[in-house]
């Protein structure tokens, strides 16, 4: 009776011991997934800060050869992505300009 308990108790240790087993090489397998996923995103920031620098300058370049040369798609292009153009600017003040200015009086000279 006694070798019948034991060998039950050892066939449910063996079988717990193997669902352990499985369970963790599951989630050894889904860690290093998650970790190549940080390290790729990891990858992507630390570009994004070696590029940043490069990008303000092509968008400055942009910025004035837009403005030189007239471009409309070019203008168009960047103000859909934000930039405010001089023209812009400039077509709000001569509306502003155009409002009558008081009469000046001549300077009596004695």
Known sequence: MTEKVLYWVTMLSAGAAFLLFVSNACMIN???VRQAD???KQL???TA???LPLN???SNALYD???KTKDKKLTELLTSQG??????AAEKEPKAAAAPKAPQTPKNEE
């Open 38 to 40: 940080i390290n790729q």
């Open 56 to 58: 303000q300058q092509l």
């Open 30 to 32: 889904n860690n290093q």
């Open 44 to 46: 992507a920031i630390n």
């Open 83 to 88: 930039f405010v153009l001089p023209e812009k």
């Open 49 to 51: 800060s070696k590029v």
């Open 65 to 67: 050869a837009s403005i």
